[in-house]
């Protein structure tokens, strides 16, 4: 079944503004989907695939653009197979779905931080059984917004009637899929396409985390760009770094630092590209508003993203997709369709992996623009509005599952990452003249100096 996924790369395509005659060469391949409520495998694929044609656009390619959508739907789970080690469990052992005395809430305790703020709401906790007895005395929506209140981050169950009738659900309704700015000034980048590794010697500074502005940056460096990735010094994400960093670079800076906003501050004046998962404020919070941006980036191209959406009174709240399949009535839309006990998510985190592949397509529909006019431009998505774009779509048709993932469907060449040899499972599309490979393995955050590549020309 393509048909589904073609609607969703030509949706995604509209609000990217692309030229409507690059579809055409759109080609969706495989059988079987992922089990769900929702058409999770048709988003995956859509979603590739349109961000594979912005990339052909951007290098002049004419050829087809063919997007396995089997592969699609495994990458947007995990990509890499390690050999002779194991991936952390991404999870913490307090974070989850817990019943409160009137229905259901999510906690996300994945940072320290944010477990922190849940314990002081409900009481030190060391498994499962002792936070589900703490939760179970509270009203959901209490629950939630006491959390909130510490810097935590929950999320109660809603409906998918229930999030259309509540104000920010109304808000992100009207928001537009991807929101696109006016053009920045000039630039002075000498930057163009190049054959055969279309983004080489193009720069993108990397400051995004968990999950959706890592995989639009990975699918950057996939075509050769120079991807530098910085975090602060406190800051980790062991069990999904394995995945995230593949074709990077990874380095670390204090921004409270003279020094290393000096060094910051070099990076980004030397940057063809911006993409950033700060909650609206941040940046300015630390000297970089939008102004500074651009004082220092001129011709800047700037893709950016939040949870909840960008208007409304949820703007800037925090959240991550779990919370967002909670709040906007995916994960009960799971349950009933199951009829299952408690919620169901989404099989994978299919709203963060379609908003990073979506963002990675408006970065290129906006360097096509500044190859045409010489400007910059930036550009907003969030996870809610792709959770909307997901159930407008409505429930997904039956279909065989998924063959599972065999060793025909690894690449060849093993990967030295920092955790050991592992193979990653081969691209999920193929772009005429443009094979999408990384020629660095994945690695530690923090591993590397903060410096671009010395000749430019990337990875």
């Known amino acids: 079944m393509t048909a589904g996924a073609h609607a969703f790369a030509a949706r995604i395509w509209q609000a990217l503004d692309g030229p409507h005659d690059a579809l055409a060469h759109l080609q969706i391949t495989g059988t079987g989907a992922l089990p769900s409520a929702f058409a999770v495998s048709d988003l995956a694929a859509g979603s590739v695939g349109a961000a594979a044609l912005a990339l052909a656009e951007v290098a002049g390619l004419a050829g087809p653009v063919t997007v396995d ?60 059984a ?37 104000p920010q659900g109304r808000a992100v309704a009207a928001e537009p899929l991807v929101h696109v700015g006016p053009s920045g000034g000039g ?69 409270r630092q003279d020094a290393d906003r000096a060094t910051f501050e070099a990076l980004l004046a030397g940057a063809d590209v ?22 220092l980036a001129p011709g800047l191209v700037e893709v950016c993203l939040d949870a909840y959406g960008w208007t409304g ?66 550009a907003r998505l969030s996870l809610a509005r792709t959770a909307a774009l997901l159930v407008e779509a409505g429930p997904a048709e039956p279909e065989p599952p998924c063959p599972a993932a065999g060793p025909e469907d690894l690449a060849p060449v093993i990967e030295a990452t920092a955790w050991g040899p592992a193979r990653r499972l081969q691209a999920p599309v193929e772009v005429a003249d443009a094979p999408m490979r990384w020629s660095r393995a994945a690695r530690r955050l923090g591993e590397d100096a903060p410096a671009w590549a010395a000749d430019g020309a990337g990875p």
Request: proline residues 7%.
């Open 69 to 128: 959508r089997r592969l699609a739907s495994f990458w947007f789970a995990w990509s890499l197979r390690p050999e002779g080690w194991r991936m952390p469990d991404p999870w913490d052992p307090v974070a989850g779905d817990y019943e409160t005395r009137d229905g259901w809430i999510r906690l996300h305790t994945n940072a320290p931080h944010h477990r922190a703020a849940a314990e002081r709401v409900l009481g030190p906790q060391i498994d499962r």
């Open 130 to 166: 002792g936070m589900a007895r703490a939760v179970s005395g509270w009203a959901k929506g209490e629950l939630e917004e006491a959390i909130l209140a510490e810097g935590g981050c929950a999320a109660e169950m809603r409906g998918l009637a229930d999030w259309a009738a509540h």
């Open 187 to 255: 630039t002075g980048s000498g930057w163009a396409p190049r054959p055969g590794r279309p983004l080489a010697g193009l720069r993108v500074l990397d400051l995004t985390r968990v999950l959706a502005g890592p995989v639009a940056t990975r699918f950057l460096a996939g075509f050769g760009a120079d991807v530098l990735r910085i975090d602060p010094p406190d800051w980790n994400e062991a069990p999904i770094e394995p995945e995230v960093t593949l074709g990077k670079t990874c380095a670390r800076l204090d921004l």
């Open 313 to 378: 009174p949820w703007a800037g709240r925090r959240g991550f997709d779990s919370l967002v399949q909670m709040s906007t009535g995916i994960a009960q839309a799971g349950q009933v369709r199951q009829q299952a006990a408690k919620p169901v998510p989404l099989p994978v985190q299919a709203l963060d992996h379609a908003t990073g592949y979506m963002m990675a397509a408006a970065v290129l529909r906006l360097l096509a623009r500044r190859l045409s006019d010489g400007a910059g431009g930036a």
């Open 274 to 295: 911006l993409v950033h998962g700060y909650r609206p404020g941040a940046l300015d919070g630390l000297g970089y508003g939008a102004q500074a941006r651009r004082a």
